[in-house]
């Protein structure tokens, strides 16, 4: 069970972080853009669903460097 917490398998606690935060994140983002843009003029499920995909890129290269950068810190 010790081994799991070795330099090893650093890149498996990596990706377990970034899926854990995705979804919370990406939820984050993308309630912020669409309050952005409704503040501008209405919008319609074409819009919101590209703001979606928009929110899951962010959201994606987000965690993964979050997660990256914070195993990195707490295992090294």
Do not use: C
Not at 32 to 58: C, W
């Amino acid at each position: 069970m010790a081994e799991l917490f070795t330099a090893k398998y650093a890149l498996f606690w990596v990706v377990a972080l970034a899926l854990a935060l995705f979804l919370p994140v990406r939820n984050l983002i993308w309630a912020l853009m669409v309050r952005r843009a409704m503040g501008k003029a209405e919008i319609d499920a074409a819009e919101r669903q590209r703001l979606r995909r928009h929110a899951s890129l962010s959201a994606g290269l987000l965690v993964f460097v979050f997660s990256y950068f914070f195993v990195n810190s707490v295992m090294f």
